[in-house]
């Protein structure tokens, strides 16, 4: 089945540690993006990337860092910069259809505790 | 900069009832797409309907369908024949038409959690 696998689903880290989100997709898509949801908030941009070995910086992007080094796979790192970590994460894609965007679609998300 | 507002934090529907979920947006671009997404307690993204802003019909999806007023900037969620299964989070989202930069990002409202009472 086609679609967009994160992992872990749920992750507890120190404080003082880096931890890594796995997200990969086998849709072909073009594009994946980091998002980050707290309670009562909307989804908000962390980083995000069109082509391989080329990401961009969201709206809140201190603390974390990305890499594309394959097309299916957009690793999220959340490092000991990042002050407030609890929260869940988002993966997703989307395809680029004619110089169109599309919707996105989304990955089951993982739920980051710092213990 | 893309805005969404959704106004109403929480709604509820008797099951089989009509509720209307309300969204507002501002850009000026003209070439954009609106989606309604739904997360159930899962916190899985499921897309539950989307919309062209060159499309002046509105989207219909089985029992949700919108009222999309582009004037107005308005852009508002019908669910018809409410079934248990509809209570999530439902967010309203805004996207451009065009690949690239950070104008294709999606915008997010707070959302608008919907309980249905049976």
């Known amino acids: 089945d086609g679609g967009i696998t994160q992992s872990p689903k749920y992750l507890f880290r120190k404080e003082g540690q880096n931890v890594t989100l796995s997200c990969e997709q086998n849709l072909n898509h073009d594009a994946m993006y980091w998002y980050r949801q707290d309670p009562g908030q909307g989804l908000r941009l962390i980083y995000y990337s069109q082509i391989v070995n080329d990401f961009q910086k969201g709206d809140i992007a201190e603390g974390y860092s990305v890499s594309r080094e394959k097309k299916e796979s957009f690793p999220l790192t959340v490092t000991s910069a990042q002050k407030n970590p609890t929260a869940f994460y988002l993966c997703a894609s989307s395809i680029d259809l004619a110089g169109k965007n599309t919707e996105a679609f989304f990955g089951q998300g993982t739920r980051l505790t710092v213990v | ?118």
């Open chain 2, 1 to 118: 900069a893309q805005t969404v507002t959704q106004s109403q934090p929480e709604m509820s529907v008797q099951e089989a009832e009509t509720v209307t979920l309300s969204c507002t947006y501002d850009t000026s671009e003209s070439d954009y797409y609106l989606f309604w997404y739904k997360q159930p307690p899962s916190r899985q993204m499921i897309l539950v309907i989307r919309q062209e802003a060159y499309k002046q019909q509105n989207a219909t999806e089985n029992r949700f369908s919108v009222n999309f007023q582009k004037a107005a900037k308005s852009f508002s969620l019908k669910i018809s024949d409410s079934q248990l299964g509809d209570a999530a989070m439902y967010f309203c989202a805004y996207r451009w038409g065009f690949y690239g930069g950070s104008q294709g990002n999606l915008i997010f409202g707070k959302g608008t959690k919907l309980s249905v009472k049976p």
